[in-house]
C-alpha cells in the first residue's frame, strides 16, 4: 500500500498541471450537471411502515386534509382587551382570507386556518392595533445558521500558525473547499435520476469539510517535517509523505467510508442518503488529498516550509513525559471525567422541530407561543385518532389523563376521526407518553397527525442508533486491528471514541433542555467518529512507527506523541472553530448539533488524544503491540507507516 501510494505521490508532483488541471475539470462538470439537471431537494422526513404514516395517508384520503393541511394566521388583541374592539379590522382580515376565526377561550387571541395569506391584509391588521402573526407553513424561513466564515478564519490563522507558510496553510482549505463542491454538485446532479432528502447534504458538508481539512494537513505536516530534517529532492519527500502518512488517511478514511455506509441497515431512506452522501465526501476529501496536495505541494517547492511563527513545539515531548509518568492517574482523572459528562445522556429526548424551537423573534414562533398561550400548549400539537363509529369512544378518550379536550368527531362511513388536543406540548414527554396510553385503549384506534408521526420516527430513530453504533465499533475495531496488528490499541480507539461520543451527547442535553433533533445522534456519531478515526491514525501511527523502529514501550509513546501531537491539535483548534461558526449562528436546529461536534472535538482532541491515549498505550508497555499467533498468521500485513519506504531511502 504504502509504495503504491508513494508512486501515485510521486507521479502527482510530477504531472502537476495535469492533476489540477483534471480535477477543476471535474468541478466544472459536476457543477454543470448539477445546473442542468438537479431537482428540488426532497423537504419530508418519513419513514416507510409507520403505522402513524399509513394511518394519515388513510385519514387525507377519507377526510380530506385531517385538519392537518394549511397553516394559521394567528392574531391576538392588545393585554386586557378582546378582538371584539377590532372587529371592523378582524372583519376585512377573515374577508381578505377567506376564513372564520377561531378565538381562545378567553377571547383575547386566535387564529384563522388557511392555505395562503396576502401580506397587504395583515399588514392591514397590524396597522389597525393586532398582533397579526403566521405559521411556518406560511410564513418564510427564520434566518439564522451556521457562520463558515468565522470558522474558515479561525481555521486559516491557526494554519498559519502551525506551518509558518501562507501557502502551506492555504493548501488544506484549497482542497477541503474543492472536494467539497465536488462532492456537494455531483449529489445535487444525481438527483436528476433518483430523489435526494435535503438532510443529505448535512453531514456530507460537515464531515467533507473536516475530513478534507485533516487529510491534507497530516501529509503536508509529514512533508514539510522531512524537508526541515534535511532532505534535498522535494518531489522525492513528496513521494515520501503520500507513502507514508498517505497510507494513515487512506486508512482513516477506509474506516469511516464503510461505517457511513453502514447506515442503511437502519432501513431509514433518508439516513440511507445521509450516509452515503457525507461517504461520497470523504472518497472524494482522500483522493483530493493523496493526488491534489502532492502536486499542489510541488508547485510550492521550498516555500512550503515557511517561517517560523512560533517558538518550536517542545511542549509536547514534556507533557507526554508527564502524561506517561503518572499514567496510571491520568487514565483514571480522564474517564472519571468523560463519564461524568457522559451522564446526562440518561435523560436524553428526541424529536423533530417545530415553530416552538425557532428563535424568539421569528414569527412562526410568536405565534406558535400566543397558541399555546391562548388555547393551551396542545393546541400546537394535536392528534388525530381515526377509531370506528360507535358511542362511548369519545368518551374513552376524553377520561385519560394527558387529553385536555377531544373535539367533535368528524364521520365517513364506518369511520370516526377525533381532534384529541393534549394539555402538553408537541416534543413534551407527556405527549409521547399519551399516544402509547391511546394506543393501548383499543386496538381498533389508531393514533397519527404530525405530532404522532413526529414521535414514531425519532422512536424508530433512536431504537435504530444501537445497532449503527455497534456496526461503527465493530468495524473500528477490526480495521484499527489490522493497521496496528494489536487487540489493545483497537479497543483502547473504540472506547475512547465511545467516551467521546458520550461526553459531547451529554453536555448538549445540558446545554439544550427538551427534545433534541431525533438525527442529531446520528450526524455526531458520524462526524465524530471520522475525526476520531483520523486523530487516531495520526498519533498512534507515530508511536507504532517509533515501536517498529526499535523504541522501547515508553520511548515510542513520547516520540510518536511529539511528531503526532501538534498536527492533532491544530486540526482540533479548526474543527472547534468551523463548529463554533455554527454555535454562533443561532439557529436552532444546526445549533445543538454544532455545539454537539465542538464539543466531540473539544474532548476527543484534548481529553482523549492527548491525556488518555498516550498514558493507556505506556500503560499497556510492550502488550500494546500484542496480536495472538493464531490473528497473526490470519491478518494481513499493512506497512501503514511506510517503514519499507524509510529503509529503503535510507
Not at 407518553?433 to 424508530?460: E, N, Y
Request: hydrophobic share 55%; charged share 10%; proline share 6%.
Amino acid at each position: 500500500m504504502a509504495a503504491t501510494l508513494a508512486r501515485i505521490g510521486a507521479f502527482c508532483a510530477r504531472r502537476r498541471w495535469w492533476v489540477l488541471g483534471a480535477w477543476v475539470l471535474i468541478l466544472v462538470l459536476a457543477v454543470g450537471l448539477a445546473a442542468r439537471y438537479a431537482e428540488p431537494l426532497d423537504t419530508e422526513l418519513t419513514v416507510s411502515g409507520l403505522q402513524s404514516t399509513q394511518t394519515l395517508d388513510q385519514v387525507n384520503r377519507e377526510f380530506g386534509t385531517g385538519g392537518d393541511g394549511g397553516g394559521r394566521v394567528v392574531f391576538a388583541a392588545p393585554a386586557g382587551q378582546t378582538p371584539a374592539a377590532y372587529q371592523p379590522a378582524l372583519t376585512a382580515l377573515g374577508t381578505a382570507l377567506g376564513a372564520e376565526p377561531t378565538l381562545s377561550p378567553a377571547g383575547r387571541v386566535g387564529y384563522f386556518s388557511v392555505t395562503q395569506a396576502p401580506a397587504a391584509a395583515l399588514d392591514q391588521a397590524r396597522a389597525a392595533g393586532l398582533e397579526v402573526e403566521e405559521s411556518s407553513e406560511l410564513a418564510p424561513p427564520p434566518g439564522g445558521g451556521s457562520s463558515p466564515g468565522i470558522g474558515l478564519v479561525i481555521a486559516l490563522a491557526v494554519l498559519v500558525i502551525t506551518v509558518g507558510s501562507l501557502s502551506a496553510a492555504g493548501m488544506p482549505l484549497l482542497t477541503a473547499v474543492l472536494g467539497l463542491g465536488v462532492s456537494l454538485a455531483g449529489l445535487h446532479a444525481i438527483t436528476a435520476l433518483v430523489p435526494v432528502n435535503s438532510v443529505a447534504p448535512t453531514l456530507a458538508i460537515l464531515l467533507g469539510l473536516a475530513v478534507g481539512i485533516d487529510y491534507a494537513l497530516f501529509l503536508i505536516n509529514r512533508h514539510r517535517r522531512q524537508l526541515i530534517d534535511g532532505a534535498d529532492d522535494v518531489r522525492a519527500s513528496i513521494a515520501l509523505a503520500t507513502g507514508t502518512a498517505g497510507s494513515a488517511v487512506f486508512f482513516a478514511a477506509l474506516t469511516v467510508i464503510i461505517a457511513l455506509a453502514g447506515l442503511a441497515v437502519a432501513r431509514v431512506g433518508f439516513l440511507t442518503q445521509m450516509g452515503l452522501a457525507a461517504a461520497g465526501a470523504v472518497l472524494v476529501a482522500m483522493l483530493m488529498a493523496l493526488t491534489l496536495t502532492p502536486a499542489l505541494l510541488s508547485f510550492a517547492g521550498r516555500r512550503v516550509i515557511g517561517r517560523r511563527l512560533m517558538p518550536r513545539f517542545t511542549v509536547a515531548p514534556r507533557w507526554a513525559e508527564l502524561v506517561v509518568r503518572h499514567r496510571v492517574l491520568a487514565v483514571v482523572l480522564s474517564v472519571l471525567l468523560l463519564g461524568a459528562l457522559a451522564v446526562p445522556v440518561l435523560g436524553m429526548r428526541l424529536g423533530l422541530p417545530d415553530d416552538g424551537n425557532d428563535p424568539t423573534g421569528a414569527t412562526d414562533r410568536r405565534a406558535y407561543d400566543l397558541i399555546a398561550e391562548g388555547f393551551g400548549p396542545g393546541a400546537n400539537g394535536p392528534l388525530l385518532v381515526l377509531a370506528p363509529d360507535r358511542a362511548g369512544v369519545g368518551d374513552q378518550i376524553a377520561a385519560l389523563p394527558g387529553v385536555a379536550r377531544v373535539l367533535p368527531a368528524q364521520i365517513r362511513g364506518s369511520d370516526a376521526l377525533f381532534t384529541v388536543v393534549p394539555s402538553s406540548g408537541p416534543n413534551d414527554a407527556a405527549t409521547a407518553t399519551l399516544v402509547a396510553k391511546l394506543r393501548a385503549l383499543s386496538p381498533d384506534l389508531r393514533v397519527t397527525g404530525q405530532t404522532a408521526v413526529a414521535i414514531d420516527i425519532s422512536d424508530h430513530l433512536a431504537g435504530a442508533l444501537p445497532l449503527y453504533l455497534a456496526l461503527v465499533a465493530g468495524f473500528a475495531f477490526l480495521l484499527l486491528m489490522v493497521v496496528f496488528r494489536s487487540v489493545l490499541i483497537a479497543a483502547k480507539a473504540v472506547l475512547s471514541f465511545l467516551l467521546s461520543l458520550g461526553a459531547a451527547l451529554g453536555c448538549t442535553v445540558l446545554a439544550f433542555p427538551g427534545a433534541l433533533l431525533s438525527f442529531l445522534p446520528t450526524i455526531v456519531i458520524g462526524v465524530l467518529f471520522g475525526l476520531s478515526m483520523d486523530y487516531e491514525m495520526f498519533l498512534v501511527s507515530g508511536m507504532h512507527e517509533e515501536h517498529r523502529r526499535g523504541a522501547s514501550p515508553r520511548a515510542a509513546v513520547t516520540g510518536g506523541f511529539a511528531s503526532g501531537s501538534k498536527v492533532v491539535v491544530a486540526a482540533a483548534l479548526i474543527m472547534i472553530g468551523v463548529f463554533g461558526g455554527g454555535v454562533a449562528g443561532g439557529d436552532p436546529v444546526t445549533g445543538p448539533i454544532a455545539f454537539a461536534l465542538a464539543i466531540g472535538v473539544l474532548v476527543d482532541a484534548f481529553v482523549v488524544r492527548l491525556v488518555l491515549v498516550p498514558a493507556a498505550i505506556s500503560l499497556f508497555g510492550r502488550a500494546a503491540w500484542w496480536l495472538p499467533k493464531r490473528l497473526d498468521r490470519l491478518v494481513p500485513a499493512v506497512d501503514v507507516e511506510g517503514t519499507t519506504l524509510i529503509v529503503n531511502q535510507a
